[in-house]
DNA sequence: CCGTTTTGTTCATGGGGGTCACAAAGCGAG
DNA sequence: CTCGCTTTGTGACCCCCATGAACAAAACGG
């Protein structure tokens, strides 16, 4: 007789670890995902059978491209094209960028840069969440939720921005609270989440970007004036006990460096940043482009075959030397594998790759032991990727659940 | 029939979770057993039986102090008077210590105290070990492992000392396997582990003392030369990628400082350690007693009925401004939820707590929204009970496997 | 002495993953 | 081309462990 119970769907506990894997693209496979789960055939095959039905991946009955050329192919497991989204909103000094972020950290859909932000945090927030709206109109998508980054610190749990001076926006705004209500407003009903975007910039490294694999991460990054840190531990954001962690800005680098508003002199947050650099090398801040980017133009021309004077290139020197003090310090409190650089600092990287690295090894103390990688960072839209991660955390840590509570947009 | 299958035994799962909350002190009857793993009273039971029959509690059918007033008065869960124990190791510039530590960090048995280290490590570790076996014998008590915290950077996974320079042992010597080398000549057949002194302190007053409950907790203090630090996450020793973390000597705590043999100048190591207290107050290292009891003797006597003179009293206060900027710096990156301060570090604050923690408040970013409390450590042999912690973690992962795997030692 | 409340225990039930055997799909040797 | 060899995918059955419900126990209060 056949029973009409429901059907068995077993593996439902390692769903979200398996869902990681494929997300962080380190699963292509049933087989891969036998072996990283630690379960049998059996199970895995269930388990990507239960994220197929829930319409998070499709199975491809491969044609070509046999990894290991022994035994059976394996069937490939590919991230759904039109499964569900998340709304991802960064908000920056010159403007902010709208994007709908599916599993992988793609990019499916963009809306058209802005170029301002308003004064007023609900009015920019409400700006933001409208496009995002319509990008879900149009595609249809199903979405799963919602991540903000901020270019401040933001408080854990309640999601606070303390200091969005670049923004104008007052210091103290809770920032979470309006973007869910916008998000209520805008007819999105979903969860919002919000963060720093150095934080959110270092998740998406560390998942699809340089930091990929790496146990401790440590990036570090300018915005147009000062500098971010970030830390991920086994995979997660590493946000101290209120959110507040990795200031790095205020690391002494320079003990007879400039005065900073912070009381000290010689900060890494006035010593490395965009201005610095402009400073050092006798420059003033043009009118066209922003102070980022005449700042990365002018270290990348101190590289090899850049062809800059020796003004330049020694102003650039000085910067590295002054970020390796200070990454040597994050390297003796925070012991980290993979350092990340973004910003200024990636520039400042990929200028002298040699200089920065030694000077990190000599300046920390145990530079020759505890061998630790730079790199630059690799992704364009970092923050707006981390924005989505934080949205897709949910799904991650228990899919079913997760989606039965979402409901879907579009049209 | 009487099927002869070993009896049920349930609840294997929820096993170790359980066993870490009766030995932090968490759990004292099955019902908040209950209620703080999140299970069933039936459950909760099976589990502390299975604890009881491996002879790690027992249950006491009390007979007075009843918390809750109402309802059938439960039984307390308590530690196993004669149940295993670890054998905890701990080497400092003056000697070692050497003592037997229950569950719950007790300490059950200790040796007389040793005055002297031997130069090399191996024949140290052969003394220390020979009376931990002694004890072993004397108690006749099982052992299910060992732990040695050492007064150096001990990296991870290898357990390489990098610089035990106060115990003149050659820098690199591989504690670990020296130690389990030792342990097997000893007739002691358990896995030997180490740590550096402070991450170990560290983790014992986690578990046991003034940081039990901290989210993140942070610990600085100073030995009889130099600063150390250590982090604990979620209740995890944090030790960065290679074990060598929190290196916290080296921040610049006075620009204008006196240089360190880092390279920089008004590092933390060489501002707040007991030598620079006895050299602010224009004392000389007595003979009698060690540099650190004499700092903390000098400290204390500058805090509130202790009667010293003025130059003694600014002394205290100058130090106390400086560990307040090296405290601040480690808030600003890690921005833990308390910090816990030994040796002459606990002297300081406990000499003027008011001007400690506003110092710390001013210097920090977010002093005054993220409050971080500042307490002195409570343990007297931290880093003897946090070795022994290292040494009981298997069986707090896994109770059954791992003393299924241990053998018990005795007469 | 009897309800109320909380705690501990027994027993049947069921979910979820493991084990095992088998099928499927390429590769290579003969 | 056919026959193994190897690896991958799947279905049937089993075992472990936690749940849920009912019952028993131990105080307290009227």
């Given at each position: 007789m056949t029973t009409s119970r429901t059907k068995p769907e077993r593996g439902r506990n390692a769903l979200g670890p398996a869902l990681e894997l494929v997300h962080t693209g380190r699963a292509p496979t049933r087989a891969v995902l036998t072996t990283e789960l630690g379960v049998t055939r059996a199970t895995a095959g269930a388990v990507a059978g239960e994220l197929q039905t829930l319409g998070l991946i499709t199975v491809d009955v491969r044609p070509g491209a046999a990894a290991g050329s022994q035994g059976r192919p394996s069937h490939r497991l590919t991230i759904a094209d039109d499964g569900p989204v998340a709304l991802a909103v960064q908000i920056h000094a010159d403007g902010f960028r709208v994007a709908l972020v599916g599993l992988g950290g793609r990019i499916v859909a963009t809306a058209p840069a802005c170029g301002e932000v308003h004064p007023d945090p609900a009015v920019a927030l409400a700006e933001a969440v409208a496009a995002g709206a319509e990008l879900l109109r149009e595609t249809g998508r199903r979405c799963v939720g919602a991540g903000l980054a901020v270019p401040s610190a933001v408080t854990e749990p309640d999601g606070i921005a303390l200091n969005p001076l670049h923004l104008r926006w007052p210091p103290g705004s809770p920032v979470r609270e309006i973007f869910t209500r916008c998000l209520d407003e805008a007819g999105v009903p979903v969860t919002g989440f919000c963060g720093n975007d150095v934080n959110l910039?270092?998740?998406?490294?560390?998942?699809?970007?340089?930091?990929?694999?790496?146990?401790?991460?440590?990036?570090?990054?300018?915005?147009?004036?000062?500098?971010?840190?970030?830390?991920?531990?086994?995979?997660?954001?590493?946000?101290?006990?209120?959110?507040?962690?990795?200031?790095?800005?205020?690391?002494?680098?320079?003990?007879?460096?400039?005065?900073?508003?912070?009381?000290?002199?010689?900060?890494?947050?006035?010593?490395?940043?965009?201005?610095?650099?402009?400073?050092?090398?006798?420059?003033?801040?043009?009118?066209?482009?922003?102070?980022?980017?005449?700042?990365?133009a002018l270290a990348r021309s101190a590289g090899p075959g850049g062809?800059?004077?020796?003004?330049?290139r020694g102003a650039t020197r000085s910067l590295i030397d002054r970020l390796a003090r200070g990454l040597a310090g994050l390297v003796n409190i925070l012991?980290?594998?993979?350092?990340?650089?973004?910003?200024?600092?990636?520039?400042?990287?990929?200028?002298?790759?040699?200089?920065?690295?030694?000077?990190?090894?000599?300046?920390?103390?145990?530079?020759?032991?505890?061998?630790?990688?730079?790199?630059?960072?690799?992704?364009?839209?970092?923050s707006l990727v981390g924005a989505a991660e934080l949205a897709w955390q949910p799904v991650l840590d228990d899919p079913p659940g997760a989606l039965r509570a979402r409901t879907p947009v579009g049209t």
């Open positions: 910039a270092a998740l998406a490294e560390h998942r699809h970007g340089a930091g990929h694999g790496a146990r401790d991460l440590l990036c570090v990054a300018t915005g147009h004036r000062g500098v971010g840190g970030a830390l991920v531990l086994d995979g997660r954001l590493h946000t101290g006990s209120a959110g507040l962690a990795l200031e790095v800005g205020h690391l002494t680098v320079d003990p007879a460096g400039r005065p900073c508003h912070c009381g000290s002199r010689g900060c890494l947050d006035v010593e490395t940043d965009p201005m610095a650099l402009l400073e050092a090398a006798g420059r003033e801040p043009g009118p066209d482009g922003s102070l980022l980017d005449q700042a990365c062809g800059a004077d020796e003004t330049v012991n980290p594998d993979r350092i990340v650089l973004g910003g200024l600092h990636r520039a400042l990287l990929e200028a002298d790759p040699g200089r920065l690295r030694a000077g990190v090894a000599d300046h920390s103390l145990w530079g020759r032991s505890g061998s630790v990688s730079i790199v630059p960072g690799t992704l364009d839209h970092g």
